[in-house]
């Protein structure tokens, strides 16, 4: 376990925004990554993946994939 100030880290880049939301299927997803979404942090543009998820999938494993 770290608590404290060693927790805590001075920088970080981070590659990558997962959104997650809960499955709807009346909605159309884009499975083939075609569209490209980007936000901003701090002034820098970093893509956005949304992914839908339902309830008992193993979302270590989707992530790990998706990144």
Same mark, same amino acid.
């Given at each position: @376990? ?6 805590? =880290?001075?920088? *970080? =880049?981070? +590659?990558? %925004?997962?959104?997650? &939301?809960?499955? +709807?299927?009346? =909605? %159309?997803? +884009? @499975?083939?990554?075609? +569209?490209? &979404?980007?936000? *901003?942090? !701090?002034?820098? =543009? %970093? $893509?956005?993946?949304?992914? $839908?998820?339902? $309830?008992? @999938?193993? !979302?270590?494993?989707?992530? *790990?994939?998706?990144?």
């Amino acid at each position: @376990r770290i608590f404290g100030i060693g927790a805590v =880290k001075i920088s *970080e =880049k981070i +590659d990558l %925004v997962i959104n997650m &939301e809960q499955w +709807d299927g009346h =909605k %159309v997803y +884009d @499975r083939m990554g075609i +569209d490209s &979404e980007y936000t *901003e942090i !701090l002034g820098i =543009k %970093v $893509p956005v993946l949304t992914i $839908p998820v339902k $309830p008992g @999938r193993n !979302l270590a494993v989707i992530i *790990e994939v998706a990144a």
